[in-house]
């Protein structure tokens, strides 16, 4: 509990025991026998002036900046009322319940917001930073790319590099919500934000601090708040133009029917005060924006990333996945799987393939290089040229050498020995001669077909999968987990477009998303109406696009975001009618005369406190 509340709770308790004080002299009789008349009120006046001093005094700064329509106006009129109507005890008695309500509420958004700020409080205070054999602690701001690192058992690692030297186990529970330490040796990546077990690590720093994984969430975390749910925004409009009315509609209801009736002002004023106290819209205002951020708090818990509520909220409509293959469905750990030459030996073809695929840093160049295993001649390479979607050109000891698929070859007029089997296959051509063909296979990750299956399960009816890989093996793919259509061989650009078709197939409310990792899936990140990008591998740009990141590329917790999203709108609605309702049915009542000052506090604050319960369910979600 903050400072703050602590004084709000004291002021809580001291009004509290005074107006019970007050309560029982009324109720035994004792304020009959007082001689002064005026007497009960001032005695009133003083748990009054100690609980809600603020109130009024925020309510008299808003008049003063021309905002005087919101809940410390309504709550300051309507024990004003009850005031002028005699009911003095029933005015200090809403403005104390007002006050405990506002500080559970106070209470309960702040161990909202203290529980996903200590669940991400992974920002590193400092690096040990090491020059000539000597460390020294600096600011992870002021280490450059390049320079070592020593990470000491227990501390935090604070910046993402490559382990030099030194083995251990990272706790990564803060970045992916997984429990199990992962082993990091010699040679291995390792990311800002995990804590260091009992091995100490030099690593070779290879991003700022400012690109670094560490950073990129806390600057998710921090823009998420801004971006707003519709029912979010609705809440607000919502409020934005009811206390007004409601306003307008207690004065009117004090004032119309004694003038028509003949009845006395105060019987009517009291019912004002009434509905005053009744329509203050505590319990919406605070308990939607209250459900999202415990929902975004729960994925979060996942290592779930979600970048507003208004992706949340999307999620729990989604109807068709798109995914992209490599890197999402398969691992993207390319091996050279047939080497099928024509008119030279194995070894010869792989070294123009890999001397083609020299400079280029793409799994598939990495698998034709480590399956040459030998050191290359790199300046026998020269005029490399890459065209996106179909293959490399390149000179190599002079001769044109083109790298690629069946549409590369056919472009070129290079006449081929089509290949049929399961993988990647690149096309190799000497001097528009063919030279032989190299299969490269990848292999499906690990819970990608439980995952499908999950969605499934969680209600996403439709699977497509988009490739710039060969027909052929993308169909493999998709047989072996289950996906509706396939798509292959497709560019960046012919990637956009088939999400743009889907996008007009979509029925009724339905959303699309998409999910990739890598540069070129950008674009269709952006598009799709939720683009989920892979968090611990995935391109940067991808994750910049994407409205949420899985921070371990486990996409088995798709399905996760999707009943999070699913039970946060629930409970959200559960709330609005919940709220709405109470109030209503005490309005009628109110209206009949069958309702008092009571019945009102509990149909503000009590609604409220209950709805908050309710909405921090969310955040507990297994």
């Not at 251990?168 to 082993?183: K, N």
């Not at 971006?227 to 004032?255: D, H, Q, R, S």
């Not at 308990?287 to 979060?300: D, M, N, Q, T």
């Not at 999620?315 to 490599?326: L, P, R």
Request: hydrophobic share 45%.
């Amino acid at each position: 509990m903050t400072k703050k509340q602590k004084t709000v709770l004291i002021r809580i308790m001291v009004a509290a025991v005074l107006f019970l004080g007050l309560f029982i002299t009324e109720h035994i009789g004792g304020f009959d026998s007082l001689t002064v008349p005026w007497l009960p009120l001032v005695l009133c006046l003083v748990p009054y002036g100690i609980i809600g001093y603020d109130i009024i005094w925020k309510a008299a700064k808003n008049i003063c900046r021309g905002q005087v329509f919101d809940e410390n106006f309504l709550m300051m009129i309507a024990t004003f009322g009850a005031f002028v109507v005699g009911e003095y005890l029933e005015g200090v008695a809403v403005m104390l319940f007002y006050q405990t309500g506002e500080l559970f509420q106070s209470y309960a958004v702040g161990k909202s917001r203290r529980a996903i700020s200590d669940m991400m409080d992974i920002c590193p205070e400092y690096a040990n930073l090491e020059e000539d054999g000597v460390l020294t602690e600096v600011d992870p701001d002021d280490v450059e790319v390049g320079s070592i690192i020593v990470v000491k058992p227990g501390e935090r690692v604070p910046l993402d590099g490559v382990v030099l030297e030194g083995s251990s186990l990272l706790d990564t529970t803060a970045l992916t919500g997984e429990s199990v330490p992962r082993r990091v040796d010699e040679g291995d990546s390792i990311i800002s934000g995990c804590v260091n077990g009992s091995g100490t690590l030099r690593v070779r720093v290879t991003k700022e601090f400012e690109d670094s994984t560490v950073a990129r969430i806390l600057e998710l975390v921090e823009n998420a708040s801004s971006k707003k749910a519709k029912t979010e925004n609705f809440i607000t409009k919502f409020a934005k133009y009811y206390t007004p009315l409601v306003t307008v509609g207690a004065v009117l209801l004090a004032v119309i029917p004694p003038l028509i009736t003949g009845e006395s002002f105060g019987e009517w004023i009291e019912k004002a005060c009434i509905f005053l106290v009744v329509s203050c819209p505590c319990a919406l205002v605070i308990s939607v924006p209250l459900g999202f951020f415990g929902g975004i708090g729960a994925a979060s818990k996942l290592g779930i990333l979600v970048k507003g509520s208004n992706y949340l909220e999307a999620a729990a409509e989604v109807g068709t996945i798109v995914f992209d293959k490599t890197g999402t469905l398969t691992k993207g750990e390319f091996k050279v799987s047939k080497v099928l030459p024509q008119k030279r030996t194995e070894q010869e073809l792989l070294e123009i393939a890999a001397l083609g695929e020299g400079y280029s840093n793409h799994p598939i160049g990495d698998a034709l290089k480590e399956a040459y295993g030998k050191v290359l001649d790199l300046s026998k390479v020269s005029d490399a040229e890459e065209v996106a979607g179909f293959g490399i050109r390149v000179l190599v000891d002079s001769k044109e050498v083109l790298l690629g698929n069946e549409k590369w070859m056919k472009k070129n007029g290079v006449l081929h020995v089509p290949e049929q089997s399961a993988g990647t296959v690149v096309y190799v051509a000497v001097e528009k001669q063919f030279a032989g063909s190299i299969v490269i296979s990848d292999s499906i990750k690990e819970g990608a077909k439980e995952a499908i299956e999950k969605m499934r399960q969680a209600g996403v009816k439709h699977f497509v999968m988009l490739t710039g890989d060969r027909k052929e093996a993308a169909e493999n793919v998709a047989k072996e987990l289950v996906i509706d259509e396939v798509y292959g061989e497709l560019l960046p650009g012919d990637k956009v477009d088939r999400v743009e078709r889907l996008l007009m197939d979509r029925k009724g409310k339905e959303r699309l998303a998409f999910v990739g990792d890598g540069i070129n899936d950008a674009p269709v990140l952006a598009r799709a109406d939720i683009g989920i990008a892979m968090g611990s591998m995935g391109a940067d740009a991808a994750i910049e696009a994407a409205d949420i990141v899985l921070m371990d590329d486990d996409i088995r917790k798709i399905a996760n975001i999707v009943s999070i999203s699913r039970k946060t709108l629930g409970v959200v609605k559960q709330n609005i009618v919940f709220a709405l309702g109470v109030k209503i049915l005490v309005l009628v009542l109110g209206a009949l005369g069958m309702a008092t000052m009571w019945e009102a506090v509990f149909a503000d604050v009590g609604v409220s406190v209950i709805a908050i319960l309710n909405s921090m369910r969310v955040l507990k979600m297994k």
